[in-house]
């Protein structure tokens, strides 16, 4: 199985821009999709985006098209969230996530590994 630390969260201003890391171990990091979920205070995960295995594609959500860049570097085991024109709304526990193999990566039920998340807070 595979290991998942997030960083880079923090208190911005609305307009501003994070970066979030996603460092994997344990396992083969170029075998897995990986996937960045976020859940507020009171609500459901949501699904921010995700990158196949070798960087070929990436999918977002439209809350976050435009704004959010996922990128990944398989030599350094490491997947990242570059989060640009940050909203309020954008406040949330962000999560990295990981499979092997993916059936609907806009699910969380595809995806057996998870980071602890890190908290991105948008103050307007």
């Known amino acids: 199985q595979v290991q998942l630390v997030e960083s880079g969260g923090g208190l911005v201003q609305a307009g501003d821009s994070l970066r979030l890391s996603c460092a994997a171990s344990?396992?083969?990091?170029?075998?897995?999709?990986m996937g960045w979920f976020r859940r507020a205070p009171g609500k459901d995960f949501d699904f921010v985006g995700a990158i196949t295995r070798t960087a070929v594609a990436t999918s977002y959500a439209d809350s976050v098209t435009g704004r959010f860049t996922i990128a990944r570097d398989n030599a350094r085991n490491t997947v990242f969230l570059q989060m640009n024109n940050l909203r309020p709304e954008d406040t949330a526990i962000y999560y990295c996530a990981a499979a092997q193999s993916v059936d609907d990566f806009k699910q969380t039920r595809s995806y057996p590994y998870w980071g602890q998340g890190t908290q991105v807070t948008v103050s307007s």
């Open positions: 344990g396992r083969t990091f170029s075998d897995y999709v």
